[in-house]
Structure formats: C-alpha cells, structure tokens
C-alpha cells in the first residue's frame, strides 16, 4: 500500500504495495514513502515526497517501501539505523546493499511466495506483476513476528534471534 517510485517496462512510475500484503503485516506507525494521493491509508503517519521522510525523525513502527534502485540504499541504511519497522524490496541478495543493511543488520527476511501486483496510485491492480521476486525486512523482533505471523513466504531469521 506505500508509495514507492519502482522502474517499469514503462519507465519512472509510483507503485503502490499491494494491500493484502500490509493487511497481513499488522498496523503500522509511520510511512515515510507515502504517495501524496493515497487510495488508502498505510500507516498512522505519511511523510511523502513533499516532506522528505529520509530527513525527518522516524517514530514507532515503520513501513519502507522505498524507491527501488541506487535510492533504496538511503532508506534501507536508515531503516537498518533506526530499528524497528518493515522494508519491502527487490529479493536480490548479491547486491552490496542487502550486505550493508540487511545481512546481519535486520532480524530477518521474508522472502514473498510468487511475485505481487502492485497498484497504480489510484488504487487499481497491474495487470502485470512485478517482474522480480520481492522480500520483507525485519528490523526488531516483534517485526520478525509479524513476517513469521504473515504467512506470505518463506522466513529466514539469523541464528541468535
């Protein structure tokens, strides 16, 4: 259900996550990547683009949708840094990125069965999915909870969580 600025066949485009999968994840406290335009609500609080959610303090439970590309890097490095929240992005593990702020910084990873259709910031489904198998990211316990709670996938959980 957040806002996210995610590549398509189509070039640059806002995406929305699809909400069964926010559904499953419990309520959340804050979006710092909101859409400006919501069909629905994705948190108690939205940062959007207007706002800036990377330079604004975080509070609560957060759910990270960030932008993919070479910009996730900036959220998932304060996601990893704040430490209590949800971050969706493209399930590929080789990339430097998901060493630095994922491999040993979160609690886990849920990496979702099939791959989603996203929506259009006006709420309808893609009639295409997205192209990439896609992952959540814990960042604190009770967050790993949620992803095992989910039942959206497979979770990978570190050894001493």
């Known amino acids: 259900m957040s806002l996210s600025s995610h590549q398509s066949a189509n070039g640059h485009g806002e995406w929305l996550t699809p909400p069964d999968i926010l559904q499953s994840l419990g309520a959340f406290d804050l979006d710092p990547c909101a859409p400006i335009v919501r069909p629905w609500e994705t948190a108690a609080k939205h940062y959007t683009i207007k706002d800036d959610g990377l330079a ?25 840094d704040y430490g209590d929240g949800i971050a969706l992005i493209p399930a590929r593990t080789g990339p430097a990125m998901f060493f630095e702020t994922i491999w040993g910084a979160a609690d886990g990873v849920l990496f979702l069965r099939g791959r989603p259709h996203f929506h259009y910031v006006d709420g ?4 295409f999915n997205s192209g990439a198998p896609i992952a959540l990211v814990a960042y604190g316990i009770d967050n790993l909870e949620a992803l095992k709670r989910s039942c959206l996938g497979f979770v990978v959980a570190w050894p001493n969580v």
Request: charged share 30%; aromatic share 14%; net charge positive.
């Open 56 to 80: 604004l303090p975080w509070a609560g439970r957060v759910w990270c949708n960030p932008p993919f590309g070479c910009e996730a890097v900036k959220w998932l490095r304060k996601m990893r």
């Open 124 to 127: 309808r489904r893609a009639n």
